[in-house]
């Protein structure tokens, strides 16, 4: 879910505009505490220096939107709360009246960003946290987008790899919780387009598909018995990590030579929800990144059903 756009939402500047009632100074500016109804109807109460909101302060749109927190010369600056018309809201730092260094954003779907932010955009390390799947995305972003190193974490299996343009290229793996990792790639691939669509000149779109090349083998652990052959003995078999102290025994799992020249589709963690106005345009589900990309979620799930 996208957070872009939402500070359309401008405060009135002062310049002694509006009613306001509080402390000025000897030049007349407002200076120290004051309350302020502007204009268009906002109302700001808290610090003012040198007739600026310099400090702590409140400011509510008349749109229900509202600021709780610190200012340097009329601009959002330092520790801050912002709540936005929809109900979501963003707590964290700023800069320039810009999300920027380290905060959490609360979306209205549930969802939650936690981590860095540059310019208004998430960028760095982050976290984002899928409320409906349970998945989250750790790792890297650049300019609002999924970029970089990560891990894709769903509630039986993960991916590890790399991302760009906020999808999942080149090597990587497919970590399973039952004890095998499917190892492979991700390579772009062409759309398929129909007979009417070759007729007319469209862009071709390039998304990633998944090759896989092995899977470790899934080891059997048993606890070893006097009149029995030690299961690491066993041809096949070895100790697989668990709790210390017994294991869950499970069948040994031939690699995916059907997966391997299959292709898995696309990882699509999904786009963020919008904070207010234009966000209101883009309605994204969590499987589906851009128009014409795929989800991988229910590829990963056959492979999941291969496995067990």
């Known amino acids: ?26 030049a007349g500016e407002r200076h120290g505490h004051g309350k302020a109804r502007l204009p268009n109807g906002d109302i700001y109460e808290g610090n003012y220096e040198h007739g600026k909101r310099h400090g702590q302060g409140i400011y509510k749109f008349k749109n229900g939107a509202r600021y709780i927190g610190e200012y340097v010369r009329n601009q959002k600056h330092g520790q ?8 979501s ?8 009246d810009l999300r920027h260094g380290h905060g ?50 769903h509630l039986n299996h993960r991916y590890q790899g790399k991302f760009l343009n906020k999808n999942p290229v080149g090597p990587g793996k497919y970590v399973f919780d039952i004890g095998c990792e499917q190892h492979g790639e991700y390579r772009l691939t062409d759309v398929e387009r ?14 990633p598909k998944w090759k896989a090349t092995k899977i470790t083998e899934l080891a059997l652990w048993t606890p070893t018995l006097p009149q029995e052959q030690p299961a690491a003995d066993r041809p096949g078999q070895e100790e697989a990590p668990g709790a210390e102290g017994g294991g869950e025994m499970v069948e040994e799992v031939q690699p995916l030579t059907d997966v ?17 106005s234009r966000e209101d345009r883009e309605e994204f589900q969590y499987d589906s990144l851009d128009q ?8 990963e799930g056959r492979q999941s059903e291969l496995l067990e």
């Open 260 to 276: 391997s020249e299959g292709e898995l589709e696309s990882t699509r963690p999904g786009d963020e929800e919008g904070d207010a």
């Open 1 to 26: 879910m996208s957070d872009l756009g939402s500070e359309e939402l401008e405060e009135e500047g002062e310049n002694d505009l509006g009613e306001y009632e509080g402390e000025r100074n000897e």
């Open 194 to 207: 129909g007979e009417e669509e070759e007729e007319e000149e469209t862009l071709i779109t390039v998304i």
């Open 89 to 96: 809201r963003y707590e964290g730092e700023w800069a320039d």
């Open 104 to 153: 959490v954003y609360y979306y209205i779907n549930n969802d939650t960003y936690t981590g860095e932010w540059f310019a208004h955009q998430r960028h760095g390390q982050g976290t984002y946290f899928y409320a409906e799947t349970g998945s989250k995305y750790v790792g890297t972003w650049v300019n609002g987008q999924q970029e970089g190193a990560a891990e894709l974490i």
């Open 292 to 299: 014409g990309n795929i989800s991988f979620e229910e590829e």
């Open 80 to 87: 801050g709360t912002f709540i936005y018309p929809d109900g």
